[in-house]
């Protein structure tokens, strides 16, 4: 079940599909550390797997996980840091208004309903949420129109992507949850992209993968999906003196 896409002695990076937890408590099912502690069991290793980051259950994509408590540290230190890069593609209802840009709002988790919302005012419990994004292709359908989007989070929210773009009236298709109306999939939003500079070697690490041919990344131009998954990611954005500090 495991697609390992990079692993050396200090991090595992692998695919987490949708349905897959991403770690113990978060519900009923399989979970990824209890995958990847399986895996290292069974290759006679030490079962320590650390949690870096989070997909929610009904997203899938690439994540990346230490091996060790130093490897953890030091990648925690690089998210906090934001010297981390995380990317995404995601299909939404309808066109942005503009074909790039940054979206900032201040968003508050209701922990009783597991759903966040944008408000517009701070107060207990409100954080800062930014991304960019750009549009790759938008599409006709019989509801519409559909829009492939690539997503940079620069903050790590709960459910930004979903809420952010839901609050412009472009929910994500099949995001139920946040207004999708589309009950043909889950919330169609793939991590595509990580990048980092290695806690322990200091190379830089790139691992794009590219969404699922399945619907509804499959409507789109695949030749135009590949184009965004070979770009090169900025080094600069990946600032290794602040990371050779600790």
């Known amino acids: 079940m495991l697609n390992i896409l990079f692993e050396d002695k200090h991090i595992i990076i692998c695919i987490k599909p949708i349905g897959v937890l991403s770690q113990p408590g978060q519900g009923e099912g399989m979970d990824m550390i209890t995958l990847l502690q399986e895996y290292r069991k069974n290759k006679k290793e030490s079962d320590y797997i650390g949690l870096l980051h989070r997909l ?94 690539r997503v940079k989070l620069h903050t790590g929210r709960t459910h930004q992507i979903r809420v952010q773009f839901a609050s412009r009236k472009l929910p994500l298709v099949g995001d139920g949850k946040y207004g999708g109306k589309d009950n043909q999939c889950d919330a169609a939003l793939w991590s595509y992209c990580l990048a980092f500079v290695h806690p322990l070697t200091k190379a830089l ?6 969404p699922p041919v399945q619907y ?31």
């Open 56 to 149: 929610d259950r009904n997203v899938g994509g690439v994540m990346v996980f230490a091996k060790s408590e130093l490897a953890t540290k030091k990648l925690s230190v690089a998210i906090m840091e934001r010297n981390f890069t995380k990317e995404y593609m995601a299909v939404i209802h309808g066109r942005p208004s503009e074909e790039s840009g940054i979206l900032k709002d201040l968003m508050f988790k209701d922990s009783s309903k597991n759903k966040s919302f944008v408000v517009n005012r701070m107060r207990k419990g409100v954080k800062e949420a930014s991304l960019e994004y750009r549009t790759i292709e938008t599409i006709g359908v019989a509801e519409g129109e559909f829009s492939l989007i």
């Open 205 to 210: 690490v790139d691992i794009k993968q590219l």
């Open 216 to 246: 509804p990344f499959h409507l789109f131009s695949e030749e135009l999906i590949k184009e965004e998954v070979k770009k090169e990611v900025n080094k600069e954005e990946v600032n290794k003196d602040v990371m050779l500090e600790h």
